[in-house]
């Protein structure tokens, strides 16, 4: 594992340049920012029609394959990137333990159940930023075990609460901060806890906690790396302290980038926003002197029908901004064109993406072997499900 980061980590550091920009701003220059260092790579970029980019966009392999033509030691991120699936072959879970979790969220969680049960360490469970407790209630319901659901929000506490009591379920909930040095007090040396998808500093508190702890086993997808406290990343293992690479708050989100494929409609909802937002910040700059781009909130998507100039007198309205007088049609041509070249940037960051989220799980793993962990990384659903579909899997040895 320790070779396998090293070799992600020579690869991202020499190829900053192409992933560690925001496309969205950097799509105010019509001009590719990697002209003097690959040609070929911006010729090849500056070829491409609109349907070419949204395909590449959807197929990884094959945007992988043409970028390693033009960035010769990029073709060593597929193999570096590519995880084990855990072999899983269903659970069948009692009447009502479903009750209340959406489709797509149950198969996310009945797949780490399972993975959890297949290297079951301990005779009980720690459920950790449980929210309801769905995952509880399925390890519960499977193994027959207690599990100490640790929950900061006093109101999910009390409904997991009351539908786990309803269910008949060995499970109790604990309201507490898991950022605390306080959080150490709902572990016990029997625990095997369990995170899916807890964010940031959340998961990394676990790791700390439970190595001090000494629990028996730990399993863990990580999720929203850039919900820390800290401005840049914090490595915890001995080689990610040793890199060179540093990641911002903003570079933390690049992993999470990739999302499950929408349909059409949410593919349109997210082109008119994006068309819509670029093309209000190329108003401000050019008709009110902005030099900067001035943020502007959530819209409803039911309001990005009422069209462009209804958009920008909205974002004016809450941004305390009066307009003048100004051509729509002329700042939304403007603006998808600008959709169309930040799309086209962000295809070269896409290939990093996979590789930046396995340098900041790895940096986690290693830490845990570090600490007298055997551990292993694996997928435990596909992406179709969830893209944050990476379980560290480690038991104390």
């Known amino acids: 594992m320790q070779q396998q980061f090293q070799q992600l980590d020579t690869v991202l550091n020499r190829y900053q340049s192409f992933w560690r920009f925001e496309p969205f701003f950097?799509?105010?220059d019509q001009d590719l920012p990697w002209v003097e260092r690959s040609p070929q790579l911006c010729e090849w970029l500056s070829s491409l029609s609109n349907q070419q980019i949204e395909f590449y966009k959807e197929h990884n392999d094959e945007l992988g394959n043409e970028l390693a033509r033009l960035l010769p030691e990029t073709h060593i991120l597929s193999q570096l990137t590519t995880l084990r699936s855990i072999p899983l072959e269903g659970i069948t879970l009692p009447r009502g333990v479903d009750a209340g979790i959406p489709g797509r969220k149950l198969e996310q969680i009945t797949?780490?159940?399972?993975?959890?049960?297949?290297?079951?360490?301990?005779?009980e469970w720690l459920e950790w930023c449980s929210g309801k407790g769905f995952l509880g209630r399925i390890l519960a319901s499977q193994s027959q075990q207690s599990v100490t659901s640790f929950e900061f929000q006093a109101a999910l506490c009390q409904t997991g609460q009351k539908e786990a009591d309803q269910q008949g379920l060995p499970m109790h909930f604990v309201r507490g901060d898991a950022l605390s040095n306080d959080a150490t007090s709902v572990m016990n040396p029997n625990q095997h806890a369990v995170a899916l998808h807890a964010c940031g500093d959340l998961h990394v508190?676990?790791?700390?906690?439970g190595c001090r702890k000494g629990l028996p086993a730990m399993t863990i997808s990580p999720c929203c790396y850039h919900l820390i406290q800290h401005d840049r990343y914090?490595?915890?293992?001995?080689v990610a302290k040793a890199s060179a690479l540093?990641?911002?708050k903003n570079e933390l989100r690049i992993p999470l980038q990739e999302t499950v494929?929408?349909?059409?409609?949410?593919?349109?909802?997210?082109?008119?926003e994006m068309c819509y937002r670029l093309g209000f910040d190329l108003l401000l700059r050019s008709e009110c002197g902005f030099q900067h781009y001035e943020p502007v909130p959530s819209i409803k998507k039911s309001l990005l029908a009422c069209g462009f100039d209804a958009f920008c007198h909205w974002a004016a309205q809450q941004k305390g901004v009066t307009l003048p007088t100004f051509d729509a049609e002329h700042y939304l041509k403007l603006g998808e064109t600008r959709y169309w070249q930040m799309e086209r940037l962000s295809l070269v960051q896409q290939i990093f993406r996979r590789a930046l989220e396995l340098w900041l799980v790895f940096d986690k793993a290693i830490y845990l072997e570090e600490q007298g962990y055997k551990?292993?990384?694996?997928?435990?659903?596909s992406k179709q499900i969830t893209p944050r579909n990476i379980l560290i899997r480690a038991v104390k040895a």
């Not at 797949?111 to 005779?123: P, Q, R, T, Y």
């Not at 914090?234 to 001995?238: A, F, H, K």
């Not at 929408?262 to 008119?272: A, S």
């Open 26 to 28: 950097q799509s105010l």
């Open 111 to 123: 797949s780490m159940s399972e993975a959890a049960l297949k290297h079951h360490a301990g005779s």
């Open 205 to 209: 508190s676990l790791i700390r906690h």
């Open 234 to 238: 914090q490595p915890l293992s001995t």
């Open 246 to 248: 540093t990641l911002s």
């Open 261 to 272: 494929t929408g349909g059409e409609r949410v593919k349109r909802h997210r082109y008119l």
């Open 375 to 381: 551990v292993e990384v694996n997928e435990f659903c």
